[in-house]
């Protein structure tokens, strides 16, 4: 099946500073999300982004899908924004509809 | 956008029991999926719930161990039989939207 990798496992920064997450994946895909999982363990969605570019306030993210890789920035990063982020792809193979293959994710902390 | 309620949130269970854990959607949805997320791992999708057919189950996971109601196109259950403290977990349900996935909130199942 197709795998998906994440970096970094865990990243510690301080308020207001950026960081860059990472998401390659093994094969093509019909869809790639990005979420954030709060403490009480609630996946929040925050990108929807088979290919591309979004932005959505200090968040923004770009997919490559051509060379399977796809990048999640955090701008002026909050003690809010910690937690851990997972990538989630579905392979475009005929009999993977709807299911969501995720990365182990990377644990973000901001200090104050 | 699909507004998924899930419950029961959390609970604690005596080893050898079983628990049913419900997920309700806002709207009709042809597929639904369970998730199980053991501490500090990613994701792993447990099985698809198809209304009207049995629940198509991923490797590792069987049917009299995580047996999956389907019986109308907003509502599934999951149980988790015969308990053991290895099933501590977080278990999420999921539907597939227009273009994206969507959670509920988790069941945080601690067995003791």
């Known amino acids: 099946g197709i795998q998906v990798e994440q970096s970094p496992p865990d990243l510690i920064l301080q308020e207001g500073a950026n960081s860059t997450l990472r998401c390659n994946f093994s094969d093509s895909v019909n869809n790639l999300q990005w979420f954030h999982q709060n403490p009480w363990g609630q996946l929040i969605n925050l990108f929807y982004?088979?290919?591309g570019t979004k932005q959505n306030g200090r968040l923004s993210a770009t997919t490559v899908a051509t060379e399977r890789y796809s990048l999640l920035y955090i701008s002026s990063s909050q003690t809010t924004d910690s937690g851990v982020y997972f990538c989630a792809v579905v392979s475009a193979g005929g009999t993977s509809y709807g299911k969501l293959t995720f990365g182990q994710g990377t644990i973000l902390t901001v200090h104050p | 956008s699909a507004v998924i309620s899930q419950k029961p949130s959390r609970d604690i269970c005596q080893r050898g029991t079983s628990l049913t854990i419900q997920c309700q959607v806002d709207?009709?949805?042809?597929?639904m999926f369970w998730y199980r997320q053991q501490p500090g791992q990613s994701l792993t999708l447990i099985a698809t719930a198809n209304q009207g057919s049995e629940a198509t189950y991923e490797s590792g996971f069987v049917i009299d161990k995580f047996p999956i109601s389907r019986p109308n196109l907003t509502f599934s259950t999951l149980t988790v039989s015969n308990m053991s403290p290895e099933d501590s977990s977080i278990y999420l349900c999921s539907v597939q939207g227009q273009v994206e996935a969507f959670f509920g909130q988790g069941t945080r199942l601690t067995v003791v």
């Open positions: 709207s009709q949805v042809t597929m």
């Open positions: 982004i088979p290919s």
